[in-house]
């Protein structure tokens, strides 16, 4: 199991950003995947830069994490599916006692996690451990703080690694998954070419893909997703829920742009013949950087986003 930078992230149920491209890929090498097409000196830096662009959401996250009553000592924590380390190094700054272990199948990715975090200064109390979840969950280690971004959804039975988060937990210690949230929109409904609506069915491809993803999972098992019934079913005390937005409007930064254009090049790979046609064609269009009508042209693009985040604590 490995996550998204971005935990980034990165829509809950749109499994074809980058993010989700990221997290349900079983790499153990520092090249292309053949099996996924996955190129991580490619998709590492699209992942870095989701992650960075949510920044603030992240930190406002997990300053709410250190700021409640019943939080404990962090001495340390886990960053499970860590990508990239941008969420990692975040979490090294709001708790500066703590160590940070970024957890992540991904070498190339943990070595630019370990590279940033000697960038930002906190690599003293920073390490990273390669693993694949469940299988590796007695390497792990106790923890103050479990960070899950975006990964529990990509392992087949949740309740079981939910379990294994709250038995890695010191006494008051708190889970935090990033779950949820809101469908990421860049574009208005109606964009004057093609059928209005592409981002929605974009988003109903993606979802049916998240769908077949989970099914094909080791131990695939359904599960509503309550995450307050299922913090108390293992045990934890559910301590709150908070959705933190991203609103970047028009017009956007050449950084934010390029993001766009990048994930938006991303999830017409990914998403293939679930898109129609005519889709199809519009996205070509949208790519295309001679195209007036285009991503790298259009006033109207926006980056608009929300993550949910849910908090369990040990007792």
């Known amino acids: 199991m490995s996550s998204h930078a971005g935990h980034g992230h990165h829509d809950a149920h749109a499994p074809a950003t980058p993010a989700h491209v990221h997290a349900h890929a079983h790499v153990h090498g520092s090249g292309g ?8 000196d ?10 960075e662009l949510g920044g603030a959401q992240y930190e406002e996250a997990a300053r709410w994490i250190a700021a409640l009553p019943t939080a404990p000592s962090v001495r340390r924590v886990l960053d499970i599916g860590s990508g990239p380390g941008v969420v990692s190094c975040l979490l090294a700054e709001v708790f500066p006692e703590a160590e940070v272990v970024a957890v992540d199948a ?33 390497r792990l280690g106790e923890a103050d703080l479990i960070w899950a971004g975006n990964s529990l959804h990509h392992l ?35 964009i004057g070419i093609g059928e209005p609506g592409l981002e929605a069915r974009m988003g109903a491809a993606a979802a049916t893909r998240f769908e077949h ?24 005390v559910p301590q709150g829920t908070r959705s933190f937005l991203l609103d970047l409007p028009a017009p956007l930064s050449g950084t934010a742009r390029d993001h766009v254009v990048a994930s938006i090049t991303r999830e017409r790979e990914v998403l293939g013949e679930l898109l129609t046609a005519e889709d199809s064609a519009v996205l070509d269009r949208l ?15 926006h980056l608009l986003t929300a993550r949910t985040v849910h908090l369990g604590r040990r007792g």
């Open 33 to 40: 995947d053949p099996a996924t097409g996955i190129d991580w």
């Open 42 to 51: 490619v998709l590492g830096p699209l992942l870095e830069q989701e992650a």
């Open 106 to 138: 991904t070498p190339a990715l943990l070595e630019r996690a370990r590279n940033r975090a000697r960038r930002l200064g906190v690599i003293e109390r920073f390490r990273t451990l390669e693993a694949e979840l469940p299988e590796d969950f007695g």
């Open 156 to 190: 087949g039975d949740q309740r079981a690694a939910l379990a294994g988060f709250a038995g890695l937990l010191r006494p008051g210690g708190t889970v935090a998954l990033v779950e949820g949230g809101l469908p990421t929109r860049r574009l208005p409904r109606d």
């Open 213 to 236: 993803m989970r099914s094909e999972l080791p131990g695939a098992k359904r599960e509503t997703e309550d995450w307050s019934a299922l913090f108390t079913a293992v045990g934890l």
């Open 287 to 301: 790519l295309d950087p001679e195209d007036p009508e285009g991503l790298h042209h259009r006033p109207d693009v």
